[in-house]
């Protein structure tokens, strides 16, 4: 009678485990400010818009996220707050934006946790993008994560480093980044509420929020904040970053530019009296307008800086003094990621074209062999390297497939891919790998995945294939589109496998997904679907060699 009465109550204690596993998530969950009220989307709780700072206006403009007012009623939003005010390429703009836009949302799944937590950055130049545009990452919530997606300051709201804003500590800039790091302590201070454990914190982002994780994992002020981290297509401006003097320059003739015409400036600015108080005081049709377009035409890469508060020196020599926070990480970029930015470039001159022209036929709007010559002379000024060995050493146009007409796109793709993305890539996972730290690289190789700009009514408007180009992981990882046939979504369900995983434990390894050998190993994991390779390991070197990182970039370091 014992024994049957034992596995009585087991099974009784089992099914009530099962049961508590399935709980629903709170309809109201509690943070520092206030009651949030719950929006029920399946298996996923949603819950949206809350602020993690108060709104960055007025006297708050230009200065370091300040807390949010407290509120008692619930906060009852159904979507994403409003975007930070945007000035990139328009195809990833997002619609609505607002000077008010320090918000964030919580996805959580089904359950009691404490879950692991995975804090998404959004990409978009550090000019546009927004946490809305990630609206649905059910495909990792559903894997037993929650997911925190932020909003942050951008272009030169978020980034302008004008003499005037210096703060009591001599710094200015990078309030976009300020904004980064108090989304990342209200996470600490508050997810424990949604089920979230905030000892078990990871930090990702594609393109700008790939480059933010990178910030983080030099930033003094981020330590502590995530235990991991996953960067996507983000060491694109490890070499770039300006002194807080340069940007300083160049912010403050955005401005003058700005004051120059005086049409609707306070009468207390001018060119000459340009003070803190002044720019605060600047309308907003005019910072929407007039100042961040001159801030991005005068800091066309907008990349946060060296101001000597979040970046006391560059993130290269951070991590060439191993001063970098040191955690697990997963690095990787895409195959043809600067197919994506000629996409853009061609789209633009299809939409101005008199009358516009979205004839795929009509390939007059490839470029031809007289402007790839061009452009690789404008890359050699940046490189060093001659322009006669990028066009005739390593991307002869007779080496990218016998249509001349696709010939000069393709070639110039490849070179952009490699020193701006790929090899600059490489050169990060290696510097981790030499710490001693965990670190998985990928390279996301679909060629056939859905294009995310040149397609209007599902009909492809451009004249040569994007491949893998920048961002196109992105629909693998979050619900952004159907990415088509069975063998996609077996490699979205791979790839979102692998991030969960390392969110989890800090390794992308587990149960029903290809074996991923570490960067220390000497591999790289290539994420294709079956018919082009697969998800296999590849050969660090190989990789390398591939993008020319041992010969035109061999001087790249990292």
């Avoid at 969950?29 to 996923?44: E, Q």
């Avoid at 700005?258 to 009468?267: F, K, N």
């Avoid at 490189?383 to 001349?404: E, H, I």
């Avoid at 050998?517 to 998800?535: I, N």
């Amino acid at each position: 009678m014992g024994g049957r009465n034992q596995t009585a109550v087991a099974l009784v204690l089992a099914l009530g485990m099962a049961t508590m596993a399935q709980a629903a998530a709170p309809d109201l969950a509690t943070t520092s400010g206030g009651p949030v009220k719950a929006t029920a989307r399946g298996a996923m709780t949603s819950y949206f818009a809350i602020p993690y700072a108060a709104p960055p206006v007025g006297d708050l403009r230009w200065r370091a996220p300040q807390t949010a007012a407290k509120w008692t009623a619930p906060l009852a939003k159904t979507k994403s707050g409003a975007a930070c005010l945007q000035t990139g390429a328009a195809s990833f703009r997002s619609t609505g934006d607002s000077e008010d836009c320090l918000y964030l949302d919580v996805h959580r799944p089904t359950g009691d946790g404490p879950f692991p937590v995975m804090v998404w950055i959004h990409g978009g130049a550090f000019t546009s993008g927004s946490a809305g545009m990630y609206a649905d990452p059910s495909a990792l919530v559903s894997k037993g994560v929650v997911v925190v997606a932020i909003n942050y300051r951008l272009g030169a709201l978020g980034f302008l480093a004008h003499p005037s804003l210096r703060d009591a500590n001599g710094s200015a800039g990078n309030y976009g980044m300020m904004d980064q790091q108090a989304a990342l302590h209200w996470v600490q201070d508050n997810i424990a509420g949604f089920g979230g454990d905030p000892k078990n914190v990871t930090i990702f982002g594609e393109s700008a929020g790939g480059f933010s994780v990178l910030t983080h994992l030099a930033s003094p002020g981020s330590a502590g904040l995530f235990q991991k981290a996953i960067i996507e297509s983000g060491a694109y401006g490890v070499s770039g970053q300006a002194t807080q003097a340069e940007l300083e320059g160049q912010s403050a003739q955005a401005l003058a530019k700005v004051l120059e015409a005086r049409d609707d400036a306070p009468a207390t600015c001018n060119p000459a009296n340009d003070t803190a108080d002044c720019l605060r005081a600047l309308p907003l049709n005019m910072v929407r307008g007039k100042l961040m377009n001159a801030f991005t035409t005068a800091v066309p890469n907008v990349i946060p800086s060296v101001d000597g508060k979040v970046l006391p020196q560059t993130i290269k020599a951070t991590f060439a003094a191993g001063g970098n926070n040191k955690v697990p990480v997963i690095n990787g970029s895409n195959e043809n990621e600067n197919t994506l930015f000629i996409a853009l470039g061609e789209l633009a001159a299809r939409f101005t074209a008199k009358p516009p022209n979205f004839n795929p036929a009509d390939r007059s709007f490839l470029m031809t062999a007289d402007a790839y010559a061009k452009a690789a002379e404008d890359q050699s000024k940046t490189s060093g390297v001659p322009a006669a060995d990028l066009t005739g050493k390593y991307y002869p146009l007779k080496a990218y497939g016998k249509d001349a007409a696709l010939q000069p796109t393709l070639a110039s793709a490849a070179a952009g891919t490699d020193a701006t993305f790929s090899c600059n890539g490489i050169n990060v996972s290696s510097r981790i790998a030499t710490q001693g730290q965990p670190v998985w690289m990928y390279e996301f190789r679909d060629q056939g995945a859905p294009s995310l700009v040149g397609s209007i009514g599902g009909k492809y408007l451009l004249s040569f294939p994007q491949g893998a180009a920048h961002a196109s992981e992105l629909p693998y990882i979050f619900n952004m589109m159907d990415v088509g046939s069975a063998d996609r979504k077996a490699l979205k369900e791979t790839m979102a496998t692998y991030w969960t995983n390392f969110a989890k434990a800090g390794d992308p390894n587990g149960k029903g997904v290809p074996a991923w050998a570490g960067f220390r190993a000497g591999k790289v994991q290539a994420l294709d679907v079956p018919e082009d390779g697969g998800v296999k390991p590849m050969a660090a070197a190989a990789f390398k060699s591939e993008h020319k990182c041992t010969t035109a970039w061999a001087k790249q370091v990292f």
